[in-house]
């Protein structure tokens, strides 16, 4: 599968996550609607770090300033919203994370179609045969380090 197949399928299995948990009734919260949102919450911390760290630079490199920089403000956007989810889980606030997650399911509906329409057609076209088999293997295997951290901003 392509890069961009992965990174796509990778989007649908974040929204099952965060969609599970935000048609949740808050008063009859159940350990597996829990369990889905804190592995979609990880999923896209390391979707965002691949993205980031693997993705963005050649993209950018080969001339697509702009789009990558809105794809990182937006990231910049969803990164402390995920720090919130799982604080108010932990606090077992279920009906404000419920509704957070309906808002982060909207941020990332605009986010990933621009990924997917421009930035993923475009890796195909404009990153080397190396590049993208280090992606796909990063994609496959790579764990995100701990402590790294989305900036929301472009950093050379
Ligand atoms: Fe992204
Ligand atoms: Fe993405």
Not at 37 to 43: H, N, P, R, S, T
Request: net charge negative.
């Amino acid at each position: 599968m392509s890069v961009g197949g992965v990174l796509e399928r990778e989007h649908r299995i974040i929204d099952v996550g965060i969609t599970i948990f935000a048609g949740a009734e808050p008063e009859e919260v159940t350990a597996s609607q829990r369990m889905a949102l804190l592995d979609a919450i990880a999923m896209l911390r390391r979707h965002i770090y691949l993205e980031e760290e693997y993705l963005f630079p050649p993209l950018r490199a080969a001339g697509l300033l702009g789009p990558v920089m809105v794809m990182l403000l937006e990231h910049g956007k969803m990164w402390p919203v995920l720090d919130e989810l799982e604080r108010l889980l932990g606090d077992g606030d279920f009906a404000a994370t419920a509704e957070l997650c309906r808002n982060l399911l909207e941020q990332l509906a605009a986010h990933n179609l621009k990924e997917e329409r421009i930035l993923y057609p475009q890796a195909e076209d404009l990153l080397t045969a190396g590049d993208l088999d280090e992606l796909n293997e990063l994609l496959a295997s790579a764990e995100m380090p701990s402590g790294w951290a989305c900036s929301g901003v472009a950093v050379d």
